[in-house]
């Protein structure tokens, strides 16, 4: 049984799909039908927890939803999630999420954006195992770069291009 939303794509209802098979957790099914026959095209697309960006010029505030992976950064959303404040300077009142919702989502197969997935963990929300490993490799890849780039720049301070002088 399916229920086709405002958001343009078609919700599987009570997790089952058409036929009765299983979906895969986390992706969304979008099914068109051709000319009115019950032949059906599937296309699987992630759920992403990710931000989007509210309040006014120099005072960002964030809301945490669960939108489709090819919305917009301000799109339509599946379910908001809750908000994060960067500016106030009590740190209890920085962030506010419905953790339950998230938990939900992230069971379900979404996919946090990499500063949700960051913000998630300090929180212990989530798989943490992974997220230090992705840290690690994060890290180890700027510091890679961070070393070439430093390495580029004594090369080029040791041999200076030279110059054509015209006579």
Same mark, same amino acid.
């Given at each position: 049984?399916?229920?086709?939303?405002?958001?343009?794509? %078609?919700?599987?209802?009570?997790? *089952?799909?058409?036929?009765?098979?299983?979906?895969?957790?986390?992706?969304?099914?979008?099914?068109?039908?051709?000319?009115?026959?019950?032949?059906?095209?599937?296309?699987? %697309?992630?759920?992403?927890?990710?931000?989007? *960006?509210?309040?006014? %010029?120099? %005072?960002?505030?964030?809301?945490?939803?669960?939108?489709?992976? *090819?919305?917009?950064?301000?799109?339509?959303?599946?379910?908001?999630?809750?908000?994060?404040?960067?500016? +106030?300077?009590?740190?209890? #009142?920085?962030?506010?999420?419905?953790?339950?919702?998230? #938990?939900?989502?992230?069971?379900?197969?979404?996919?946090?954006?990499?500063?949700?997935? +960051?913000?998630?963990?300090?929180?212990?929300?989530?798989?943490?195992?992974?997220?230090?490993? *992705?840290?690690?490799?994060?890290?180890?890849?700027?510091?890679?770069?961070?070393?070439?780039?430093?390495?580029?720049?004594?090369?080029?301070?040791?041999?200076?291009?030279?110059?054509?002088? #015209?006579?």
């Amino acid at each position: 049984m399916w229920f086709e939303g405002d958001l343009g794509f %078609h919700l599987p209802l009570a997790g *089952r799909g058409a036929a009765g098979y299983s979906l895969d957790p986390g992706l969304v099914p979008n099914v068109l039908f051709q000319f009115g026959t019950t032949r059906s095209v599937w296309e699987y %697309h992630v759920v992403r927890l990710r931000f989007q *960006r509210t309040g006014r %010029h120099n %005072h960002p505030c964030y809301r945490l939803a669960a939108i489709d992976s *090819r919305t917009r950064r301000d799109g339509p959303v599946i379910e908001n999630l809750g908000w994060y404040n960067p500016i +106030d300077p009590d740190a209890t #009142k920085q962030v506010n999420f419905n953790e339950d919702r998230i #938990k939900y989502w992230l069971s379900v197969g979404a996919l946090p954006s990499e500063t949700v997935e +960051d913000i998630l963990a300090k929180r212990g929300i989530g798989n943490l195992k992974a997220w230090e490993e *992705r840290r690690k490799s994060r890290s180890a890849v700027v510091a890679k770069n961070k070393v070439t780039a430093a390495a580029a720049a004594a090369e080029a301070a040791a041999n200076p291009p030279k110059k054509d002088v #015209k006579k």
